[in-house]
């Protein structure tokens, strides 16, 4: 069956780096847009970065510009953010999703999420 799994969360000190991973299985990984949400306490999901199947486009919201890198592999099935510069309010839960839609604002799939943690 179709899968994401995400990987690399943790504890960070305010001004660390971190990298998320997310690993796809049982789908052709090159047909689908990706994308990185996160959700923290309290607070509605929000769409963080996204790129286009072949990688060539990429979208990031405001708060995170020039500090988040999207990318990914298709060769390893694998969508990455690179975080740096991370500061309390990145504090969530990180989540990978795929839609073969670059336009839908609700990703057909979705993985379990990774806790992000920004804490002195």
């Known amino acids: 069956q179709v899968q994401l799994v995400e990987s690399g969360g943790g504890l960070v000190q305010p001004g660390g780096s971190l990298r998320l991973s997310c690993t796809a299985s049982g789908m052709i990984f090159s047909l689908y847009h990706m994308a990185w949400y996160r959700q923290a306490p309290g607070k509605q999901r929000e769409l963080v970065a996204r790129?286009?199947?072949?990688?060539?486009?990429?979208n990031y919201a405001d708060s995170v510009k020039g500090r988040f890198t999207i990318s990914r592999d298709n060769a390893k099935n694998t969508l990455y953010l690179q975080m740096n510069s991370l500061k309390p309010e990145d504090t969530a839960v990180y989540y990978c999703a795929a839609d073969r839609s670059w336009s839908t604002s609700s990703p057909r799939l979705w993985g379990q999420g990774t806790q992000v943690t920004v804490s002195s």
């Open positions: 790129i286009t199947s072949g990688g060539s486009t990429t």
